[in-house]
């Protein structure tokens, strides 16, 4: 899947948005008072990024 996938982003700069987004949510639940989940994975990840923020997700600008 990273060989199509890369072929239209670049997967150095995707990795860096999905590790973020990981740590994110990681504090998030902290914040609830619920245990990290060091078991999440990449599209869990995405999915909660996108329904947090919306198609703006993974736009290159800064701000709306």
Do not use: C, I, Y
Request: glycine content about 10%; hydrophobic content about 40%; overall charge positive.
């Amino acid at each position: 899947m990273r060989r199509v996938l890369g072929k239209a982003v670049d997967l150095k700069t995707l990795d860096g948005v999905l590790e973020l987004s990981w740590h994110a949510d990681q504090l998030r639940r902290l914040g609830a008072g619920l245990e990290p989940d060091l078991l999440r994975g990449r599209l869990v990840t995405t999915v909660s990024r996108v329904r947090r923020n919306g198609r703006t997700s993974f736009r290159r600008e800064r701000g709306a």
